[in-house]
């Protein structure tokens, strides 16, 4: 396992460092990172000018929901950028050699590349969160703490393993692009803002079908009070978990179906 791990952060390290050769491309996207964060805020901000409150989630609520959303969201290109490139190399070919490689091929994939973009967008959310929590009369104690540390790691393990599992498709699909990953990434948007504020059908969509809820909505619930919600983000390891699971599930089952060049 430690060996797995190693491997993994050296691939990712060795892609950061060729990124890092470039540093006017970094600073420009590190900005665009951190723009996206400011145009979301004031969006926020916005809306919470002329309404106190939404569904009964207040600016600040609403503000740790979206930071959530997004911080997951720019974790993904920091620690598993290579899955949106799974189309691209079955296409060409280019899976072929990682089969051979005494390493899992998922792996192999999810850490072939890293996103310069999320840089810029982990450091605008993580100061929404931290103005978020700030906000909140949230009763820390070394026990929720922990709690907040798990519930955290959960949020953005199940990000990661929708995506990649979305992009898996595309060993059936045989499609050169991603789009069936993008459809539901977009999807995955929806749960920036508290989920009350949609209908019971997107609700179950979002919680059982396809659990974004349990990435931003459920965390930020426990953590800011919101009784109602808040005991479902206790079952976020669990849902990580079995994402996991059908992840690598979803991903063997298209190896076997897989074709190389040579076919």
């Not at 950028?81 to 070919?93: E, V």
């Not at 498709?169 to 999807?187: E, I, M, Y």
């Amino acid at each position: 396992m430690i060996w797995t791990v190693r491997i993994y952060l050296r691939s990712l390290g060795a892609h950061i460092r060729a990124i890092l050769e470039y540093e006017a491309d970094f600073w420009v996207l590190v900005a665009a990172g951190l723009l996206h964060q400011i145009a979301g805020l004031v969006f926020l901000s916005a809306v919470f000018a002329r309404v106190p409150s939404i569904n009964g989630w207040g600016f600040h609520g609403t503000l740790l929901v979206y930071a959530f959303t997004t911080f997951a969201a720019g974790t993904v290109p920091l620690v598993a950028d290579g899955m949106w490139r799974l189309a691209g190399l079955i296409r060409k070919g280019e899976l072929d050699y990682r089969l051979v490689r005494p390493y899992p091929v998922v792996l192999q994939v999810l850490s072939s590349s890293v996103g310069l973009q999320s840089f810029g967008e982990l450091t605008g959310s993580s100061i929404l969160i931290v103005w978020a929590l700030a906000g909140l009369d949230v009763d820390w104690s070394p026990w929720r703490v922990a709690a907040a540390l798990v519930l955290f790691v959960s949020a953005l393990v199940i990000r990661v393993a929708i995506g990649a599992a979305s992009n898996a498709v595309v060993f059936w699909l045989g499609s050169a692009n991603s789009l069936f990953a993008f459809s539901l990434q977009s999807v995955g948007d929806m749960a920036r803002y508290p989920l009350t504020v949609y209908s019971l059908a997107f609700r179950i969509g979002l919680t059982i079908v396809v659990p974004f809820a349990f990435v931003s909505f459920f965390p930020a619930a426990w953590l800011a009070g919101y009784a109602p919600a808040a005991p479902w983000a206790l079952g976020a390891p669990l849902v990580a978990a079995y994402c996991c699971g059908v992840t690598v599930w979803v991903f063997r089952r298209g190896l076997r179906r897989y074709d190389s060049a040579g076919h």
